[in-house]
């Protein structure tokens, strides 16, 4: 069986904390639900967000929600990860064989993105 950490600190995607209004119940997975009070948003430009802050609401229907995942923000279960993303090795979708090989090879194929897992 799966050890769950909890904690009163939680990382939350935050593409998915985007999408949760101020006071929406929403359900933590394998946890319950959880009611935002407050959401601090970033307006400039593409909408982000910083922070929140919320309460447990176990007695909540979590039919009725939306499911995040989340992480619990304690040591011993953050593990660093390092996502390795590649992309294609050239940017012709049909290569003609008259052209020079230099000229459609992609100088920039990796990613690297940092985050945490979970133990």
Known sequence: KKRVWQD???LVEEEDMVL?????????????NIIP???ERSTEGVERVK??????????DFKKTKKLTWLADCPENKVPVELQEFEHLITAVKPDPERNIEEIINKDTKGVTMCWGEE
């Not at 101020?22 to 319950?32: H, R």
């Not at 922070?51 to 909540?60: I, M, R, V, Y």
């Open 37 to 39: 009070a407050k959401i």
């Open 20 to 32: 949760v209004k101020d006071g929406e119940e929403f359900t933590l997975m394998d946890w319950g």
């Open 8 to 10: 009163t600190s939680v």
């Open 51 to 60: 922070s929140a802050t919320a309460k447990l609401h176990l007695e909540g």
